[in-house]
């Protein structure tokens, strides 16, 4: 499918473009993208993550010319329907993954940046990690009376950007709350699949979440109904709700004690949120992550039968 991205305005659009900036455009078009994609499989778009070969072949975006009349980019991607078939999805979202297929790289970096500019707080396709790769999208332009403007030809409604865009972009970044250092003692329950996705049974109840790229399934499954000590950060969605938390340690308790040289946060999960975002409307926190998650796979997971 072709798209074209239009820029003018400029006295640099003249049919011509630097490589340095072609390079920012081409790397900021791909971050959107690949974010986008992942809040539509996953439902939480993460700054760090595995990569997929996969997801990485899904989002091959490609210049195929380059015209006059200020400064025509035209790229050319595939249908998800092509390079993501068999795609199983999740359940949780069959409505919206019924449509993936006929979306591409491109439309979503449309639609993600649509979106951004006409917030809706129910919206469940942003977050702050993705909003940050929106906001930084800013870099591309070399003028305030720039035009930037992303297109299919016709087939969907075209976007057109201005530099003072990124503004409201930037404002609406800042209004998500940031993830938040946590700390919870449970007995590990659950290993999901790749052994990524893992279940702390609490008091509370059962806490999803998922490993960060220094941890390997074994450094958690050997505490398998054992009680542990877990040290992360929780993650938010887009409404403020918690989403899950990114395990960056696991100890067995006394061995969390020693590690810290003072004593260790004896506030369970719920008040330590609390204490960290008074501002926020919601009281009922642990509540909303007990039992929660946006799907059972990871992305690697979800496209294993594609081998």
Known sequence: ??????????????????????????????????????????GVSNEKGRRSEKISTA??????DLKKGSTILELECDSFKSTLEGQPGDLFKSEILE???DKTPMSLVIESFREAMNYDEDSTFLD?????????????????????????????????????????????EDSFPEPLEIVINGVVEELKYSKLRVGIATKQGLVKAVLSEELEPMDISKYWGQELTIAGRMHFLPSGKPSFIYIERAFKPDEFDSYFSKPVNKLNIEQQIQKKIKHQKHTN?????????????SIEDILKDLD
Not at 25 to 33: G, K, Y
Not at 285 to 296: K, S
Request: hydrophobic share 40%; net charge positive.
């Open 1 to 42: 499918m072709k798209y074209e991205i239009r820029l003018a305005g400029s006295d640099q659009d003249d049919g011509k473009i630097d490589l340095d900036r072609l390079v920012q455009l081409a790397q900021s078009i791909t971050n959107i993208a690949r974010g986008a994609l992942q809040v539509k499989l996953v």
């Open 59 to 64: 989002l091959k975006i490609k210049l195929s």
């Open 99 to 101: 449509q993936l297929p």
């Open 128 to 172: 702050k990690p993705l909003l940050k790769k929106l906001k930084d999208f800013k870099r591309v332009f070399v003028s305030d009376d720039e035009l930037l403007t992303i297109s299919n030809l016709g087939s969907i409604p075209e976007i057109t950007l201005r530099k003072s865009d990124f503004k409201k972009i930037g404002v609406l």
């Open 285 to 297: 926190f642990l509540g909303d992550v007990v039992g929660q998650w946006p799907g059972d796979e």
